[in-house]
């Protein structure tokens, strides 16, 4: 999968279905998109999807991902 946003201001976005961090509040999730400006991402282990800011996100790291992963019951995923 391609690298999502690293540094504010980077025009780029995040590849669809890649694993981002929300640095605004620590959330990890996958990224479903953007819409109207705003990127979607939902939970790990699903429920409902937040929005955050291109500048907000990066690329979740393979700790963070697999302690969400964890917390979800999805470790083995």
């Known amino acids: 999968m391609g ?3 690293t540094a504010p201001g980077n025009a780029e976005q995040p590849e669809l279905g890649s694993m981002v961090a929300d ?3 620590g959330a990890v ?3 479903l998109g953007t819409v109207t400006g705003l990127c979607w991402i939902r939970p790990v282990g699903g429920g409902d999807a937040w929005t ?3 500048e907000d ?3 979740a790291t393979a700790e963070e991902t697999a302690r969400a ?3 979800h019951g999805w470790e083995h995923w």
Do not use: D, N
Request: aromatic share 6%.
């Open 3 to 5: 690298e999502p946003v």
């Open 23 to 25: 640095g605004r509040t």
């Open 29 to 31: 999730g996958r990224f």
């Open 52 to 54: 955050a800011e291109k």
């Open 57 to 59: 996100l990066r690329p």
């Open 69 to 71: 992963r964890q917390a």
